[in-house]
């Protein structure tokens, strides 16, 4: 007789820069996990970050109504919390409100958001690109440069010879370029 065990579900929350992201996957043999559910809301916290420094209410609120949303997916799967990771990108990282931004979505959904520093951004995108580059022969004879650019920072990996030789985050990413093109342009604009 066999028994029917149920799936293993796993959920993992990203509040990015310019979106808030959710990506629902059930835990495969092996380890792997199979993709059910992506779901995006498009809200700009590094857009408040990068012109006051701080995540302003209405954002605050956008990110809260997103969450929501989530929760009931969330609910609707069966996922409970401890197989749930919520964490959170440069434009909460450098928020001067961080910890009143966080409060606020704790109370509000429940989720309990992990700030990334640095050294969690290196190892996580090690992780993404690292299966790609194995199945490439010339990983392990070559040297070869890994950028990820996001909307608020950019990573970069150095691999010599298969193996991680230097890793750095910088604050320059896709918004944070376009606001300083945009502060160019307004001061072009001033002189002509």
Known sequence: ????????LRAVIELGTTSIRMVVGQVVRGGGVQILDELDHAVSL?????TSKAIGPATTERCVKALRSFRKVLDEYGIEDTNVRAVATSAVREAVNRDTFMDRILVATGFQVSVLDQAEVSRLTYRAVRPQLRAEP??????ILVVEVG???TETLL???????AAHLYRLGALRLRALLDDQD???????
Do not use: A, C, I, W
């Open 138 to 143: 010339f990983f392990r004879k070559s040297d």
């Open 1 to 8: 007789m066999t028994t029917s065990r149920r799936p293993e």
């Open 159 to 165: 691999f010599r010879k298969g193996k991680v030789s």
């Open 151 to 153: 909307g608020g920072s």
């Open 186 to 192: 307004t001061l072009r604009g001033r002189s002509s």
């Open 46 to 50: 590094g857009r408040d970050t990068l």
